[in-house]
């Protein structure tokens, strides 16, 4: 049977590289292998495997090492898997919630030289560090996690609690004077002053989503130095791990593959 072109089903064709083919009518250039993801020349069973790898807390020199595929299109492999987990965020909380931020970079002392001498920074909300803000949700234990580029802002941070918890939540967080606005837009909120040296009183305490962030910058100093925009992606890959964490390794492979269908462009490559 002759292969016909996917994009005017006309059947007759030519070789020209690689498994590429061109059809004679409209002159496009298609591939006989259909790629799950397009942009990236893997196989399904290559995806598989290396979903299997990359689960195991491997890096992508270990995809390199174990399969066939070259170490570029690892890298690329292992980026994507990370893209897909940022896009697999929790639907919206309905509370009770705890949110808190934190910031994620090197120590000033490891720095370059030039860095620490043309660039100051100050410890906790004025430092120039990644802010992370994260939200934990009581009732099903799971966690939301958004990058801020710049330093946080009110209108921004409003924002991201209105797309993530319902209207009418009780909120728990620090003394932040920033997040004392969240009862005029509807929440119930309540914090502790950790300034104060008050940590809990009775149900009001962030202990759950400060203790991720602990295991979050335990898990992101192991990988070493990144990029950072790049920051993001590994994070949302701790992140999805967590709130995956009562599945299977099984259910977590299926699900991992199911979200890079999902997420791929679509089409032959």
Known sequence: MPTRCPFCLYFRSWIIRRNKRKCKKCKHEFSINDYPVKGIRSTDKEWRESIHIFLRERASERIYQETNIGRSRAIRMTHFFRVCMLMDMPEKFIGPVEIDETYIGGQRKNKKLHI???????????????????????????????????????????????????????????????????????????????????????????????????????????????????????????????????LSFSEQEEKLYGLILKCKIGGKS
């Not at 809990?200 to 925009?229: S, Y």
């Open 116 to 246: 620490r001498r043309f660039t100051k920074s100050k410890r906790g909300h004025g430092t120039t560090k990644l802010a992370v803000v994260g939200i934990f949700d009581r009732l099903t234990k799971q966690i939301y996690m958004e990058t801020i580029i710049h330093k946080p802002k009110a209108y921004y941070m409003f924002s991201v609690i209105r797309n993530q918890i319902q209207i009418g939540a009780q909120v728990y967080s620090d003394a932040f004077k920033l997040y004392r606005g969240l009862g005029k837009i509807g929440y119930l909120h309540k914090y502790v002053d950790h300034d104060d040296g008050e940590y809990v009183r009775g149900e009001i305490h962030t202990n759950n989503i400060e203790g991720f962030w602990g295991i979050l910058k335990r898990k992101l100093g192991c990988i070493g130095g990144m990029r950072r925009d790049r920051i993001k992606y590994f994070a949302a890959e701790m992140v999805w791990r967590f709130n995956n964490r009562k």
